[in-house]
């Protein structure tokens, strides 16, 4: 327990320490197996570093993975295309457009291994084309090279005090998992704003995509225990339906307050279910099975005669029901967290559909777009060293893929790489204090090992600090590549200064194209954002909800995460439709209509299937603002058709359902008293209904 505290307190001191041991052994050897650069062994353990050592390892192995796809590419194609430089390089940036587009699609630990066979290819081809005939034996050692970095960068991060990401994933979890039951009290006792509850919800939705991205590494981390990641993507997954529960809960709340039909029993009934979320366990907590049988009694008896009130108290109680079930799933999971134990043995009271995947967001014209920005950016650098002969000119195109591939994902990747080439500006200077002031007098590497260790030591802990993280990672790669540490000393001012100005040059393009090609920003990517998610509500309901519930969830809180970082660049109508969960909870509700619709009536059915035609019409429609008043008809009719349904189960869950899409897209709309007058023989279809 001590060495745990004394690893968590003094957690950036033990990684840079840790690094630069890693950094120094690939570096010492590099040397002694006579490599040709073994600086770059020593750079790409600081590219491959992490604090945690699950996510050294995920980049690690895709590191090898993307570098041995890229070194083969460029050996492909320089020996073949030399003499045609214009096509070469023509090759070689849409390889790399190629690469990055595939990178931005994935937004997981692989993503990684896609970006690394683009820019590799600008790594070792472009400064190649002088001696194409030594292309193989470069990208040979290069590949060497790299891997011997990632071999002592992964051995030291999980044999020398390693930290394993499972602990920082639990940890974040259980922080979620405590803010979730603090909003859910608040919810169910009417405490707070209707502010400060939005601003709770965009913030778990927002931390939901974080543990995500961290929960990543968690199958790559040698370290963690099987059991303890399990129980963790598990959680996870109850994790993805608990927000949107407690969006329902909220709604169905505000929509009994408004008619005045609150029933005393339900104020107690939730005063249970609140006492009950926020105590951690023991003799004190009330039997689950308590809660789920008072809830049970509170439930109306839906029939014929069933009024508003009653179908939005009966909706509000299972979503009660659902919150008790995966509340005490999540605290099961935590307890087996806790103790390490198996998973597979906890029996979950709300268990995901079979299969059921978490989904990511997918923006294929952003990501094409991006490609297409770093492929001009390299062909622009090309044209002018190709047309000035430039030497040491390969530096340019070389850096400009560096840069366009990492900044690709950011709103503003322009700004991202004019940061990059500043702190790349700063360790130049650095490295030319090394070059001819310091390293000259060296004659033993212990030396040369002590005089780099104050530089390359404040690097790493800059590294391990999330907030300086950026800076101390351009810091230390290109202070290592620059230095260009070899067996013996070679530097020359002209040389270093050529290629320093051409490095610099690359960035500067770089940041140029992109700011001309990517002129949008969060904002424009926002619009985007919310334009998908109502396409993809269109499809859900086109495809009469025949999706899997938790894969819809995941998708549509993935989105939800990514706009909620761009909150404040939204209009007011898009950002009530975040804050509230509309399109998500209505998604789900449209899911959840498939366990009714085939044992309905055909005049039920079909009332059901023209409004999700219409529904789908109208949210490829829709641009912001309220949804069409014909489509609330048409919910009201399939309401109308569905409560003439004999009792039971079905009839139930279509009520559930349609009530839920009503809510999630007519939070204001008057109480459904019947089907409207005069639409009981409407035969249109949904979509000319709506045109009209």
């Known amino acids: 327990m001590g060495l745990n505290s004394f690893m968590i307190r003094h957690a950036a001191l033990i990684f840079t320490c840790k690094t630069f041991v890693a950094a120094m052994l690939a570096l010492l050897a590099a040397l002694w197996l006579d490599l040709p650069r073994p600086y770059w062994a020593m750079a790409t353990v600081y590219i491959t570093s992490q604090p945690l050592a699950g996510a050294t390892s995920s980049k690690a192995f895709y590191r090898v993975l993307g570098t041995a796809i890229g070194a083969s590419a460029a050996v492909a194609m320089v020996p073949n295309l030399v003499n045609a430089p214009e096509l070469l390089s023509l090759a070689m940036a849409l390889w790399i457009g190629l690469c990055l587009y595939l990178s931005l699609l994935m937004r997981q630990p692989r993503s990684y291994g896609f970006m690394l066979s683009g820019y590799t290819v600008a790594l070792i081809g472009f400064p190649a084309v002088s001696d194409p005939g030594s292309m193989f034996d470069l990208a040979l050692a290069r590949f060497e090279e790299i891997t011997l970095g990632i071999v002592f960068a992964t051995l030291v991060s999980t044999v020398l005090l390693p930290r394993s990401v499972a602990p920082a994933v639990a940890g974040r979890v259980e922080s979620w998992l405590k803010d979730a039951r603090i909003l859910a009290r608040d919810v169910l006792l009417g405490n707070g704003s209707e502010g400060e509850l939005r601003t709770q919800q965009l913030k778990l939705a927002t931390d939901s995509v974080e543990i995500d991205a961290l929960a990543g590494h968690l199958s790559y981390d040698q370290v963690a225990d099987a059991n303890t990641v399990g129980s963790l993507q598990m959680v ?47 003799n004190e907590r009330q039997p689950a099975d308590d809660l789920r049988r008072e809830i049970a009694e509170l439930r109306p008896n839906l029939d014929k005669e069933a009024s508003w009130d009653q179908i939005v108290l009966a909706n509000l109680l299972i979503r009660l029901r659902d919150l008790v079930d995966i509340s005490s799933d999540c605290r099961a999971l935590e307890r087996a967290i806790a103790q390490g134990s198996d998973p597979a043995q906890i029996k979950l009271a709300y268990e995901p559909e079979p299969g059921a995947e978490l989904s990511r967001h997918r923006d294929h014209a952003l990501a094409l777009w991006s490609a297409a920005s770093a492929a001009a950016a390299i062909l622009i650098c090309c044209a002018l060293w190709i047309a000035t002969g430039w030497t040491d000119g390969a530096s340019a195109p070389m850096m400009a893929a560096v ?16 940061n990059f080439g500043w702190w790349s500006l700063v360790a130049v200077i650095v490295v030319g204090t090394y070059l001819f002031a310091i390293i000259p007098a060296i004659t033993d590497v212990e030396v040369l090992i002590a005089a780099l260790a104050p530089t390359f030591l404040i690097y790493g802990f800059l590294i391990a600090r999330p907030a300086t993280s950026f800076i101390g990672m351009a810091l230390a790669a290109n202070t290592a590549t620059l230095l260009a540490l070899q067996s013996t000393y070679v530097a020359n001012f002209q040389s270093f200064a050529n290629t320093s100005i051409a490095f610099l040059f690359g960035m500067l393009m770089a940041a140029v194209v992109t700011r001309l090609g990517r002129t949008a920003g969060a904002a424009w990517i926002a619009r985007r954002l919310m334009k998908t998610s109502w396409a993809t509500l269109a499809v859900t309901a086109e495809r009469r909800g025949l999706n899997d519930r938790a894969a819809f969830a995941g998708l549509m809180l993935d989105r939800l995460g990514l706009l909620t970082q761009r909150i404040a660049a939204m209009d007011d109508a898009d ?29 039920t059915l079909e009332a059901i299937d023209r409004m999700l035609t219409a529904l789908a019409v109208a949210a490829r429609k829709h641009a912001g603002g309220a949804m069409p008043a014909e489509l609330l008809k048409r919910i009201d009719i399939a309401l109308a058709r569905t409560v003439e349904e004999p009792a039971g189960k079905p009839r139930e869950d279509a009520l559930i359902g349609l009530t839920g899409i009503r809510r999630g897209l007519f939070p204001a709309a008057a109480a459904y008293a019947g089907e409207p007058a005069g639409q009981g023989t409407d035969e249109g279809t949904g979509e000319g209904m709506l045109v009209a």
Do not use: E, T, Y
């Open 575 to 603: 950002r009530s439709d975040v804050v509230n969960l509309s399109q998500l909870r209505v998604g789900i509700n449209i899911i959840d209509l498939r366990r009714a619709r085939r044992s309905l009536a055909p005049a």
């Open 236 to 282: 996870r997954r109850q994790m993805m339906v608990l927000l949107p529960q407690l969006a329902s809960i909220a709604d169905r709340l505000a929509a009994l307050n408004s008619l005045g039909a609150r029933p005393a029993a339900l104020d107690v009934l939730l005063d249970r279910i609140a006492l009950w979320l926020m105590i951690d366990g023991g």
């Open 403 to 418: 840069g366009c591939s990492f900044f690709a994902a950011q709103d503003d990747p322009a700004k991202g790489i004019s």
